[in-house]
């Protein structure tokens, strides 16, 4: 479990003229990203002096740096007008809407946004305020569902909403009134979530967000090869082994692989989500990587490529885990990141489940 502490410091400038440290304990995302929940402390220095009333916010994470925000809040005679509480009180109720989340994101993430990208909200009010955030792999309904129910209402997501990676199938969905569609889009619309899609700014971070967080679970982030990210070498092992290893870390119920599972294996490539024929095929063509470990990939392509390269001699063979359990604890990766940078709401992976299943056929046989 993960401890995340955080000093704020709040001005509030106004007629009124306070001093008060106030120490605040709430829960946070867990140090694995799902299962149990840490904890988090902030202290916050209240401080009202003369001049036009407003506040100014620092927030210091354990990731370092700091975050500042002058925000406006009302004077006295309003307060007093409107029986609203006093300003000590006022100060307490900190919000953080979905746009400044965003914003928050963009001037920490270490990158600068691609000039075309897929990141940005793809659905509700960004400047509503929120009350928590779900971090997640694939906003599902069941992930949004899940997340209402959690009072988060802020859902990034690292995959789209509806079903298309550049968001390009939505007006047609819309049209075709698909009854998926119109089902997720009025659960968004009735419990006012918004949607911010975080793709291109955590891959691009360095070293990337997504294989980040799944070399951490499967236990391989000491073993990267420095020269070539993606690279780990492992203590030798099988391809059956290494593939049973790969299935329980990251959760992954219908993983498959090509390959003789007896055959050595120590030099693993890892490729979570889908990075496509060409990068699969450089991978694997590698005379130091004995085998690739993927999200998923075209079977045409990529799996009669890797079949073809077992037969040559090139290769053990590729494992392919599945889209979702491939990029889970890469996401779970932002959510430990994220708490950083917005304490004043929790923050939690809200996974999404991997949707296949396999049926064992008795008798079947992985030789001709």
Known sequence: MVTNHFTRRIALLGDDRHAVDVEHRRPTAHAHGAGGRGTEEHRQLVVAAGGEPCRHEVVTGTSGGEHHAILP????????????????????????????????IGAHVGVPPRPTTVDGFLAGDPDAPITGVAVTMMATFDVLQRAAARGLDLVVTHEPLYFHHHGTA????????????????????????????????????????????TARALGWLDAERPDLPGVYDLPPTTLGALAAHVAQALGARALRYVGDPDT???????????????????????????????????????????ADAVTAG????????????????????????????????????????????TVGVQGASTRP
């Open 264 to 306: 050595s294996v120590s030099a693993v490539g890892l490729q979570p989500g889908f990075h496509g024929f060409d990068l699969n095929r450089r991978l694997l063509a590698r005379p130091d990587v004995d085998v690739v470990v993927i999200g998923e990939g075209h079977e045409w392509e990529t799996g009669e490529y890797a």
């Open 314 to 357: 090139v290769c053990a063979g590729v494992v392919v885990v599945g889209h979702v359990p491939s990029e889970q604890e890469g996401m779970a990766e932002a959510g430990r990141w994220l708490a950083d940078l917005v304490p004043e709401v929790p923050v939690e992976l809200v996974a999404a489940v991997d949707p296949f299943r």
């Open 73 to 104: 809040v009302p004077g006295p005679d309003a307060a007093a007008d409107a029986g609203e509480p006093s300003a000590v009180a006022r100060v307490a109720a900190v919000t953080v809407t979905a746009r400044q989340v965003a914003e928050r």
């Open 170 to 213: 939505d007006a047609a969905l819309a049209a075709d009134a698909d009854p998926v569609h119109a089902a997720k889009a009025a659960f968004v619309a009735e419990h006012g979530l918004v949607v911010l899609h975080l793709h291109d700014a955590w891959h691009d971070r360095r070293p990337d967000g997504i294989l980040t967080g």
